[in-house]
């Protein structure tokens, strides 16, 4: 079973930047695909970025030209950089892994807020 750990969330100002890393350990029954979700109060868990084991990214619209998802694949790690923040980019943000078996893990999330 994976384990994900998170870390880089924190308090912004808008049009800043924050870079989310996340680490995977455990036994890794391969990687299909990493990605980053977000959940803010009162809305529901969306997808923000995704990287396949091929190296294919893709994005929420929202966050097109302002996050950048990119990998380490030898240390199991996936980053989040993200720019030009706003207000509403405010939420809990997840970790996610899909394994060879088609199995999910999440990690804990980490805040990341964006306020004056």
């Known amino acids: 079973q994976e384990q994900l750990v998170e870390s880089g969330g924190g308090l912004v100002q808008p049009g800043g930047s924050l870079r989310l890393s996340c680490a995977a350990s455990?036994?890794?029954?391969?990687?299909?695909?990493m990605g980053w979700y977000r959940q803010a109060p009162g809305k529901q868990r969306e997808s923000v970025a995704t990287?396949?084991?091929?190296?294919?990214?893709n994005y929420a619209d929202s966050v097109k030209g302002r996050f950048t998802i990119s990998r380490d694949s030898a240390k199991n790690t996936v980053y989040l950089q993200m720019a030009s923040l706003m207000p509403e980019d405010t939420a809990v943000y997840y970790c996610n892994l899909l394994n060879s078996f088609g199995s999910s893990s999440w990690g804990q999330g980490t805040q990341v807020t964006v306020s004056s």
């Open positions: 990287i396949t084991k091929g190296g294919s990214t």
């Open positions: 455990g036994t890794i029954f391969g990687i299909n695909a």
